[in-house]
């Protein structure tokens, strides 16, 4: 008895461990009659029924079956047979098989299955698929019912109905007809060969669809992504919030986030949440969008990490553009705003204005004064800003932000490195902020810009280890400040910075200033004519390469890239 007897597979299964497509898979079965019998098994999450195979059965026909020289992969000599790399595929783990899938489906091989849809076209299907099944169970059924058979006249045609239906049951009419229409010009038998690879992957636990739907949301912002709110938060910058936001997690009741884009900073900060009270996820999750789609894949994002009935609604790319808070106030508020946007001519909504009216050029200021506002009292918020925003020297920004310090609404400023967006070199800094003390007394700054290491030619990322190193600095000032201690940081990494200190230095908020090495940490005031000059340097630079950004944008939507 070999130790692969009790091991069953689905015709997914064997594509991959096979290294072929799932088509080849159909056409062994029904080309050669002494292919292995399949046999029908109840499904573990009890949706039905599968057909599976005995391992070791497909492992002794695929041994007969020689991979041709044009399909051998460079490190397969010659007589490889498909039970070679079947053999070796067992060998490995089979888990994640839905993110495998999800990562042939979506990634280089995209190509082939897409068709004539463009990149994001394509990937909007995809990312419909995985919250199908993994939110609709008894819709997808339906679905994968009619992808069975889908070469019957008119299946086609039920097939790309019931998706479209699934998807109006759970985002409404407009992402219905958006998928239908899509569906329709991918293709029948494509859609169907889509259907049954994510089906066949087996049953597969809840965090399995989340980690599938961030992989494909992560190519979409990289290939697809053109617009502000398109413009994803990097992976980097969500697991780090997701972790700030575990403070005294116990009396979270409510998160939102006014600039929600895909959903993916208030999943992680309500992931965040969930897992420092073992599970216990907040009472209430809302946000704010712009553009019907964005809002769409935040809602299937949300479903998909278990909360179904988060409250999403349009919104702006300036709060003071009609954003009301009314009553509502929130004890956790996350955000990526979009940069440097200009303020409406006209605003409706100032009176989030605790400490001033920004410059019309920069609405800045504008979110960052909405965050505060929107904190119920002992809240907190974490907010992804570009560097200017922490040293500009605009008479009006440098009030508002002086006025934010002195009322004890900044909490810390946590500079990250460059290129960690795919869309633009611009370093960010991480803004937590809380709810007004009325009084400030100190400010954690921490300076991250020297980790992480490029994973392509245009981006950085950070390793786990590096994250948790972030939020080590964060959690151990957090500790001193409970017990009364002083807090001595990492020298060049964190300092503690009383108020007194950051008045001399202008209220400027640049964790550099305060950690660079060439500035000692009991250096006097800095000449605020110099800072000003070395600011407007700054501006300017930013300023260019936004330029820069939207012609290289320009140019790529022009050739269809």
Not at 129 to 135: I, M, S
Not at 166 to 182: N, T
Not at 290 to 300: F, I, K, Q, R, T
Not at 475 to 484: K, T
């Amino acid at each position: 008895m070999s130790d692969i007897d009790d091991v069953l597979v689905s015709r997914a299964d064997i594509a991959r461990l096979a290294g072929v497509r799932r088509p080849a898979v159909t056409n062994w079965e029904r080309r050669h009659q002494d292919f292995p019998d399949p046999a029908v098994v109840d499904r573990a999450d009890g949706l039905g029924e599968i057909e599976v195979f005995r391992a070791a059965e497909i492992l002794a026909w695929l041994e007969r079956r020689t991979v041709p020289a044009n399909a051998r992969r460079p490190e397969e000599p010659a007589g490889t047979t498909y039970g070679d790399r079947f053999r070796a595929g067992l060998g490995g783990p089979r888990s994640a098989a839905l993110l495998q899938v999800v990562q042939r489906l979506g990634g280089p091989e995209a190509e082939r299955f897409r068709g004539e849809l463009s990149v994001a076209d394509y990937l909007t299907v995809l990312l419909s698929l995985v919250y199908v099944r993994g939110c609709l169970p008894v819709e997808w059924r339906r679905v994968t019912a009619e992808a069975s058979r889908y070469q019957f006249p008119h299946s086609g045609e039920l097939l790309v109905r019931f998706l479209a239906h699934a998807v109006e049951k759970g985002l409404g009419p407009g992402q219905g007809q958006l998928l239908l229409a899509l569906s329709r010009r991918l293709g029948d038998s494509r859609v169907a060969d889509a259907v049954q690879l994510l089906d066949e992957t087996g049953p597969v636990e809840q965090t399995e669809y989340a980690q599938a739907f961030e992989w494909l949301l992560a190519r979409y912002g990289e290939l697809a992504g053109r617009t502000a709110g398109d413009f994803f938060t990097p992976r980097a910058a969500v697991d780090l919030v997701s972790k700030l936001m575990t403070n005294d997690a116990q009396n979270v009741r409510s998160v939102h986030d006014p600039f929600v884009r895909a959903g993916e900073l208030l999943a992680a900060a309500l992931d965040g949440v969930a897992e420092a009270r073992e599970g216990e996820r907040p009472r209430e999750a809302s946000g704010a969008g712009v553009g019907e789609h964005p809002l769409a894949l935040a809602g299937m994002n949300l479903a998909l990490h278990g909360l179904p009935d988060a409250d999403l609604r349009p919104g702006y790319t300036a709060p003071s553009a009609g954003l009301g808070l009314g009553r509502r106030a929130f004890d956790r508020v996350v955000a990526n705003p979009p940069f440097n946007t200009r303020l409406p001519e006209h605003p409706v909504a100032p009176g989030h204005w605790r400490y001033g009216q920004p410059p019309r050029h920069n609405a800045n200021f504008d979110w960052l004064q909405y965050v505060v506002a929107a904190l119920a009292p002992g809240g907190r918020a974490a907010v992804v800003m570009p560097d200017i925003a922490a040293f500009s020297s605009n008479p009006a920004e440098r009030r508002i932000r002086s006025a934010m310090v002195e009322d004890g609404a900044v909490e810390s400023l946590i500079a990250l490195p460059s290129h960690l967006f795919t869309t633009t070199s611009i370093s960010v800094t991480i803004w937590l902020l809380r709810y007004p003390a009325g009084s400030g007394d100190e400010v954690l700054f921490v300076d991250a810009r020297g980790l992480g290491s490029m994973v392509s030619r245009v981006q950085r990322a950070l390793d786990p280890q590096e994250t948790q190193s972030i939020f080590g600095e964060y959690a151990s000032w957090q500790e001193a400040r409970a017990s009364g201690r002083s807090y001595p940081g990492t020298p060049r990494v964190s300092r503690s910075v009383r108020l007194a200190e950051i008045r001399e230095r202008d209220h400027t908020l640049s964790p550099s200033v305060y950690l660079s090495s060439d500035i000692p940490t009991n250096a006097g005031a800095v000449d605020p004519r110099e800072l000003d000059v070395r600011a407007g340097r700054l501006a300017e630079a930013h300023n260019r390469a936004r330029v820069a950004d939207a012609a290289v944008d320009e140019l790529l939507r022009r050739y269809g890239l």
